[in-house]
């Protein structure tokens, strides 16, 4: 008899799980750099909404990452939820947005001497320090602006609770 209700808890379980993942609702995008930047200054992408965190890299954490975005290196995606506006707010992945508006020199809030992000600590090709947005070659900042990015989306359809735990399970690794 235990062995029967054992394996009637099981397919309990199961069916739990096979409902929750089916009420999921994702898509992917593959977003550039440039249209994140014409999302945020219009309005239709959040990057700090009252849950996220500050943005923390230093400069040279932040160079290093428009680096990578020079050499067209692999970054992992950011995550985004779909508000019943149809706006993005961003999930996960702030530092790597704000170092990127940060250098474009477009990040509100970020820096109140209105100086932009002066490259350093690049370790990978050295000849990138000290160069600003403003004073790459015309070609590296059309590279940098026409990077992609994957977005993994949450849809609007989703509860609000699974949101509050989609974004506590991606931020419980990070600075507080």
Known sequence: MDNFKDAIGEVDLIDSVDRS????????LDISFNELADMYDSGELIIAPEYQRLFRWTPGAQSRFIE?????????????????????????GLQRISSYLNFR??????????????????????????????????????????NFIRAEVLRKENSHRLRYYMFKRLNSGGSP
Not at 21 to 28: A, D, E, I
Not at 70 to 88: A, D, G, K, Q
Not at 126 to 134: F, P, V
Request: aromatic share 4%.
């Open 68 to 92: 990578t975005l020079i050499l067209e290196l692999p970054v992992p995606p950011i995550f985004l939820m779909e508000t019943e506006e149809n706006v993005y707010e961003l999930i996960d």
């Open 21 to 28: 993942v089916s009420s999921v609702r994702t898509r992917q």
């Open 105 to 146: 020199g477009l990040l509100k809030n970020a820096d109140s001497s209105g100086s932009l992000l002066t490259l350093e600590d690049c370790d990978i090709v050295k000849e990138l320090n000290g160069h600003t947005y403003k004073t790459l070659p015309v070609s590296l900042s059309r590279r940098l602006k026409r």
